[in-house]
Nanobody, 124 residues
Framework: VQLQASGGGLVQAGGSLRLSCAAS????????IGWFRQVPGKEREGVSC????????YYADSVKGRFTISKDNAKNTMYLQMNNLQPEDTAVYSC??????????????????WGQGTLVTVSS
């Protein structure tokens, strides 16, 4: 089981980035998937999550209308499209997969498999 994240970088405020997370060793569509972010000194925050089979989607209030989670089952890859990025979006972003109940979809503790983080830096 492996998750390989990519797509982070440096962008100016108002810009866009797309994060990718390729899964191998298992079928992504069977599990809840999520993107989380963390800055030093703060707890990991659930940014956006899909329930298993994508029936329910979660977005943190701070990213609603700007970020979009998606997945390509044929490529076994999940994405996070981030538009209108702001300096407060600066963080290490990580993808995760797990058997998670809907009520806990945004709780990182429910996710068993994690990709390595990718740094997103938004300059003002």
């Amino acid at each position: 089981v492996q998750l390989q994240a990519s797509g982070g970088g440096l962008v100016q405020a108002g810009g866009s980035l797309r994060l990718s997370c390729a899964a191998s060793g298992f079928t992504l569509d069977y599990y809840a998937i999520g993107w989380f972010r963390q800055v030093p000194g703060k707890e990991r925050e659930g940014v956006s999550c899909f329930s298993g089979r994508g029936s329910t989607t979660y977005y943190a209030d701070s990213v609603k209308g700007r970020f979009t989670i998606s997945k390509d089952n044929a490529k076994n890859t999940m994405y996070l499209q981030m538009n209108n990025l702001q300096p407060e979006d600066t963080a290490v972003y990580s993808c995760a997969v797990g058997n998670v109940i809907l009520s806990s979809m945004s709780d990182a503790r429910g996710y068993a498999s994690w990709g390595q983080g990718t740094l997103v830096t938004v300059s003002s």
